[in-house]
C-alpha cells in the first residue's frame, strides 16, 4: 500500500496542479496578470489540498486501477463534483482567494476526464507494457484459439493478456453470422466454416478454449474435430463460476453438460423473488440431486428461513456439512429427518414453521427398482404426496408445488403410474371448491380453494379466514448427473475399463442440467395458477447411445477401439421414447419461453377419493394386488395402453 501510494500521490498532485494551472490560463485567455499569477500561486496548496482530502475520504485511491470500470469513472466523476462544491462554498465564505467562480468550475470539468486518463494509463500499462513482455519468453505458453466473440469470450481474451495463465490467443472464432475480419484486443476475428482444424493448423495452435455460453452443438462439434486434429479443448467458466473472480484464469474440461448446454433462460427474478424473499419456505427430498439444487438457488434469494426435510440422514448430514456457516446468518436453516409418509410429523413441522411455500421433491423415481417395490412406491409417491399437500392446507401454506416428471405421461412403469396419481391428487385438491366441498381423504373439506376467502371448518379455529392454496405441478425430464442415473453409470463403468451397457439402441430420452431444471422450476411456480400442470421445453431428445459415445470420447478414449458398448434390453417398465405432454395436452400455451400450461381435465373428487381408498386397501395385502389396483387409476385418467407387466399382474 506504501509502495502504491508512493506513486499515486505525485500523479495526483501533477494533475491537480495542471487542472488549476490551465483553469486560470483558458479563464483569462492565457494572459495572466501579476495580481492573477499571485492569487493562482497563494491559492494553489489549499485548493489542491481540498482535492487530495475528498480523494482520501471517498476511498478514490483503494480502486482498482489495472481493472478499471465504468463504475469507477462515475465515482471519480462524484469525488470532482463534491471536490468542486466544497471549493464553491469555501470561495463563497472567503476563506481563501477570492477565486474567479469560472476557474473552479473549469478546474472541475478539466479533473473528470483527467482522472479517466490516469485510470486508463494505469491499465494501458498493465496490459499492453507490463502484461507482454513476460510472455513472449515463456516457452510453456500455449497458442489457444477462442470460440466466439461474445462478452465471455472478450473476457477470456482480456484474462491472458493480463494475468500469467499460460495461453497466448492468437484468433476468434465467429461461432455466427460472421461480420468480416476485425480486430479484437489486437486478434485477429475469424468465420467458424473455415474449419477448426485448419485454423488450428493456420495458426499454430493447439487448444481451444470454449467461453461456458457456447451452445451444447457447437462444443459437440469442437470437440469432434479436436479428435480428428489433434489439439485440445478446454471450457472457461463465467465470472460468476469462478471464485476468485477476474483474478484467476480457470480451465476445466469439457463435460457432456456442455455437449447438452442450451441458452440460458430469461428468469423473472422479480416475480421468483417475491415469493421466496423474507418468506418460509419447505423442500422435501432436500438431499437429493434436485432438492438439493433447490436449496442451494433458494438461499442465494435470501428466504427468512429454509427447512430442509429428507429421510436419508446421511444425505442430510451432507447437506449440513455443505450448507452450515456457509450461508447468510441472517437466514434460518433448519434440517429434519423425516418421512413424507409421517404425517404425525409433518404436521407437526409444518405447525411449528408455518411454511409459506412448500416444494415437494421426494420420491422414489429409480424404474426398473419401483417395478419390484410396488407397495413402496405408492405408499412414499402417492400417498407421501397426499400427507405433504394435506399437512400444508392444514397449516395455511400459500403455495404447494409438486415435481412431477415426463414419465408420468402414458406411463408404462410402476415409478410413473405413481408420479400420474400424485399429479391428478395435486390438481384435485387445487379444483375443491369452497368449504363445502368434500376432500379426497373423505373428510371435510380444506381451505384450498375459491378466490374468496373461505372459513377454516376446524373447531379451534372457527370463523378465521385464511387465502386459498396455490397448488401447480411442474413437469420435466431427465436431469443430467442425477444421483443414479445415466451419466454417473456411464463414468463408472468407463473408469472400470467397459463396456458401456445400453438398453437399446434406438432409447432416447429428453435431457437438461440440474441448475437448469431448478431454476425453470422457481419460474414455475412465479407464473402458475393454481391447478396448473406446467411442463419444461427440454429441447430435442437425445439418443442413449449418442451420450455414450460422447462420454467416451470425452474420457480420452474411443469407441470401439478402448471401450465397447453393450445393448442388454429393455428394463421392465422402460419405454424407448419418452413424451412431455399428452394427446389432450396439444393445446397447452406458453407461459414462458421455456415452460407451457398444459391444458388437463380436473378429475372428480369423488372418484379420485374412492380409487385412493381401494388403492391403500390392496397395498394392505399384496404386490399384486396394489399393482392391479395403481394400473386401475392409471386407466382411467390417462386411457393408457397396459403394458405386459401391469395387464399380467391385473
Known sequence: MRYRMAVILPVYLAMFAGCYATAFLLRFEFDLADDVRELMLSTAAAFIGV?????????????????PSLHDMLFAAAAATGAAAVLFVANQLRLFGPIPRSVILIDWALTIPCSGLVRTGARIYSEILFAKRPRKSTRSTRRALVAGTDREAVEILRKTQIIEGGYQVVGMVETGPYRGRTLIGGVATFPVSTGWGRLAAKLSADIVLIPSSVPGDEVREIV?????????????????QIVGGRYKLDVRDVTISDLLRREPARLDMQRIRGYVEHRRILVTGAAGSIGSELCRQLLRLQPAELVLLDQSELGMFHMTQELDGAVDPAIGLRFIVADVTDEATLRRTMREHRPQTIFHAAAYKHVPLMEDNVREAVRNNVFGTKTVVDCAAESGAQRFVLISTDKAVRPSSVMGATKLVAEKYVQTVAALDGAAATHPSGVAALHVRSDRLQPV???AEAGHYEPRMRCITVRFGNVLNSAGSVVPTFRRQIAAGGPVTVTHPDIERYFMTIPEAVQLVLQAAAVGESGDLLVLEMGQPCKIVDLARDMIQLSGLSYPDDIDIVFTGLRPGEKLTEELFYETESCSRKVHEKIYSAARETPSAAVLAAQLNELRAACATSEEECRAALWAIVEHHAGAENPPALRNAA
Open 51 to 67: 482535492k487530495l482530502a475528498t480523494c482520501y475520504l471517498s476511498g478514490e485511491w483503494r480502486r482498482s486501477y489495472r481493472y
Open 457 to 459: 371448518k376446524r373447531p
Open 224 to 240: 469432434s474435430e479436436s479428435r480428428e486434429h489433434g489439439f485440445e479443448t478446454r471450457v472457461i467458466p463465467s465470472a460468476e
